[in-house]
């Protein structure tokens, strides 16, 4: 028997109130040819149950059931479980649109350098949206070529989890999802670009992504700003190890706050001192930080062509000013400096 054209993978833990909203929505796919596999992590509710009524009336859905093992565990099963070469991922609490498969595999059958695939979404909530949720969303929209991701995941995750599709033997190769304290699947973005691996989007909404008070993403402290803080800094300070950033220039980074102050910190541990800081908020002026001097924009440009910024700013309101800045002294973003 020939294995499906897509190993569908849906975790769940306590999600009665939407599981078969979501089930119901993948089964309606447009490419029938698909297997589901759903992973129960324990769940003390009905959501087993309505998923095993759907198994018995759709050959396609397979139920199992394990005791709670978090989310990266239960992925990782499915996974194992999986006969396609071709993984989509999908949450307990989403709804598909019927096109998304279809679209996203042809989308991977067209660039067979692509290791994942993600779409578009649009936020679904119980309660109305708060404004960070909204503009993260917004965001996540306006990353889609595979450049704009590469560039985006040095700032946080472009890649809503439940929205991607990827090639299994790529991340089979990286050993799968890791259990850590921050999030999984940055963690996982972050391993496979370290590999090479390239990311792309179906610029069309596929997949409408729930918000609520249960939500992992908004509950769990290992989605928390410090777990992503600290992986990127790792992530940035292994790229420069290769060569990949910098470039053998001296560091200087953009933003004397807590971020940057942690990002100098994190670099200085790996064996790359940094020069000193860059203050692009007029408004707040000090000499030093950390030790090291800090100075205005009017440094930027000015004798340091063997300069490299690091931009550690971390209000969306003040990229597009920093951007600004950069191309006015001639810099090119990711040759010459990086928002983080």
Known sequence: MSSPSVSVILPVF?????IGCALDSVLRSSLADIEVIVIDDGSTDH????????????????????SRKGIANALNEGIALASSPVIARMDADDI??????????????????????SCLVRPVSDASLSAGNRRYVEWVNQSISSEQIARDLYIESPLP??????????????????????PEDYDLWLRMSDAGMKFCKVP???LLWRFHHANLTRSDPRYRKNAFLRRKIEHVARQVRRGRLAHGRKIRICGPGLAGKRLEQGLVEAGFPVEGFVDVNPARRSDTCSGLPVWNTAAVGKRDKNR?????????????EIRRLFKERNKTEGIDYLIL
Request: charged fraction near 25%.
């Open 161 to 182: 989890h439940p929205s991607v599709m990827f090639r299994a033997s790529a991340v089979r190769s990286l050993g799968g999802y890791r259990r850590y304290d921050g």
């Open 96 to 117: 598909c649109d019927p096109r998304r498969f279809e679209l996203q595999l042809a989308c991977l059958r067209q660039n067979p350098d692509m290791a994942v695939v």
């Open 308 to 320: 490299f910024y690091f931009c550690a700013v971390r209000r969306w309101d003040s990229w597009p």
């Open 47 to 66: 959501s087993a149950d309505i998923a095993q009524k759907r198994a018995q009336t759709d050959a396609r859905v397979r139920i199992k059931r394990f």
């Open 14 to 18: 306590n999600a009665e109130p939407f």
């Open 204 to 206: 069309a909404v596929l």
